[in-house]
């Protein structure tokens, strides 16, 4: 069955970088497309970027632009997302996610997310 | 690139139907047919509900429904039950080949 597990959580400084890795299993891993989504405590979801997994295509929001790097490793089925200058308020629950063969953003399979709390 | 608005909060009782709004621009909910929305409960990873405005994934109960006018998305969840209860997200593709998610609505069921 597929699957994306994700890395621990991470406590980092302001200032900071945080890598967040996400393996994925039960799937050809570069036939799709992986999403990196985050939600903030008590606020909404908010897409971050997308990486063509065969490829290695990215596309970020603008809001992360220029601050976020995805990249995947097609050998260990695996993607990353890699956030730097980190701030307070960047603490959030990071998700990866796999759109569905059609796109359009139908994210049907997701990791089970990975705490990052930006704290001095 | 604004989030779509949602309400906050929608609620009904056991049975009952109730229907969100995910409203966006004419870049975005209005000009593609790639408007989706998603459950989150506590402690679990969001869950895909309906694509492409009103298809139902392999699994999602046929509760569930999606419609779109002009700008303006929706879902109904019809027979309400006590394990609706979550938030939800719409998110729409838009003109800048991004995606944009709403602000949330909080299903409470009474």
């Known amino acids: 069955q597929v699957q994306l597990v994700q890395s621990g959580t991470e406590v980092k400084k302001p200032g900071a970088s945080v890598k967040v890795s996400c393996k994925a299993s039960?799937?050809?891993?570069?036939?799709?497309?992986i999403f990196w989504v985050r939600q903030a405590p008590g606020q909404r979801l908010e897409w971050m970027g997308w990486?063509?997994?065969?490829?290695?295509?990215?596309r970020y929001s603008q809001k992360f632009q220029g601050r976020a790097t995805i990249t995947r490793d097609t050998s260990a089925s695996a993607a990353y997302m890699e956030l730097s200058s980190l701030r307070s308020d960047d603490t959030a629950v990071y998700y990866c996610?796999?759109?569905?063969?059609?796109?359009?953003?139908?994210?049907?399979?997701w990791g089970q997310g990975t705490l990052v709390t930006v704290s001095s | 690139q604004s989030a779509l608005t949602q309400p906050a909060s929608v609620s009904g009782s056991p049975g009952q139907s109730i229907t969100i709004s995910c409203t966006g621009t004419s870049s975005d909910v209005g000009a593609y047919n790639y408007v989706c929305w998603y459950q989150l409960q506590a402690g679990k990873a969001p869950k895909l509900m309906i694509s492409d405005v009103s298809n139902r994934p392999s699994g999602v109960s046929n509760r569930f429904s999606g419609s779109k006018s002009g700008n303006t998305a929706s879902l109904t969840i019809s027979g309400l039950q006590a394990e609706d209860e979550a938030d939800y997200f719409c998110s729409s593709y838009t003109s800048s080949n991004t995606y944009v998610f709403g602000t949330g609505t909080k299903v409470t069921v009474l």
């Open positions: 996610a796999r759109e569905r063969p059609g796109g359009g953003g139908a994210l049907e399979y």
């Open positions: 039960g799937y050809t891993f570069t036939s799709y497309v």
């Open positions: 990486i063509t997994a065969d490829n290695g295509n990215t």
